[in-house]
């Protein structure tokens, strides 16, 4: 997912690549009946940076991403977040934990403007290099801080994208905290009408968003739902809203 912590599993093959090609070769498997994913096809690794071995290299929808050592990559989860994000021309997005930089340049190809933001330096140049290369280092403002410290207080979008690393087991519960945060504050930045889009990944995780979001007055109004590269497993994505309008 776009704008985890650096992580050593980011300068290693990750293991959703290693699941997802023993899914292709049959030997994982999709629950019985399962459609194939839809990110089979637009994600695809394609090895070491000829010009510089210390990068990697993906395609992603069929554009070329570049990801720095210690940014992690992009993923099946964070495709699931990109494939149901729906940004309307002329709106302002702001995308956190921007990571590599992959839901803040396939907005701006829509978006009026676009604000990505990363707490780690090395992930907001990352993003800075992917967004030239691709054509759309203009419609980015790039912001380094954790989560909304970087935003003015009077900031307001239309769309805001949340893809940041949350809890795989009970070792890393700690990292709701982030999610926590995020949701206690959500509300001060969006335009009236505005939108979430958030991907919390598997059906464990889904008893404490129900609660995050009642605690801050949130609710979704869409969810999507994919198989995952675990057996059995499924993502999780949300378009979230306000209860009532903010007075």
């Known amino acids: 997912m776009n704008g985890r912590h650096p992580s050593p599993l980011a300068d290693r093959w990750p293991l959703w690549l290693l699941l997802l090609v023993l899914a292709a070769s049959g030997c994982a498997g999709l629950p019985r009946g399962e459609p194939p994913p839809p990110w089979d096809a637009e994600l695809s690794f394609l090895g070491r940076d000829p010009d510089n071995p210390r990068n990697t290299l993906y395609l992603v929808r069929g554009q070329p991403f570049t990801v720095f050592p210690g940014v992690f990559p992009p993923s099946p989860d964070s495709l699931e977040l990109l494939r149901h994000t729906q940004i309307r021309p002329g709106e302002t997005v702001l995308d956190l934990g921007t990571g590599a930089g992959v839901q803040a340049i396939f907005a701006a190809r829509t978006a009026a403007r676009v604000v990505a933001t990363d707490i780690d330096p090395a992930a907001v140049e990352n993003t ?15 912001r380094l801080g954790d989560l909304f410290s970087p935003i003015g207080p009077e900031e307001r979008f ?41 991907q919390f990944g598997m059906r464990r995780n889904w008893p404490r968003l129900q609660e995050m979001l009642r605690r801050n007055g949130l609710q979704i109004v869409a969810q999507f739902q994919a198989p995952a590269v675990v ?3 499924r993502y999780f994505t949300c378009v979230i809203q306000p209860l009532a309008p903010d007075r």
């Open 231 to 233: 057996p059995g497993e």
């Open 128 to 142: 800075r290099y992917n967004a030239y290369r691709l054509g759309v280092a203009d419609k980015i403002d790039l």
């Open 158 to 198: 239309d769309v805001i994208l949340f893809n940041i690393e949350y809890p795989n087991s009970d070792r890393d519960l700690g990292l709701w905290d982030v999610h926590e945060r995020f949701f206690a504050r959500v509300k001060r930045h969006l335009k009236p009408g505005g939108r979430i889009y958030y």
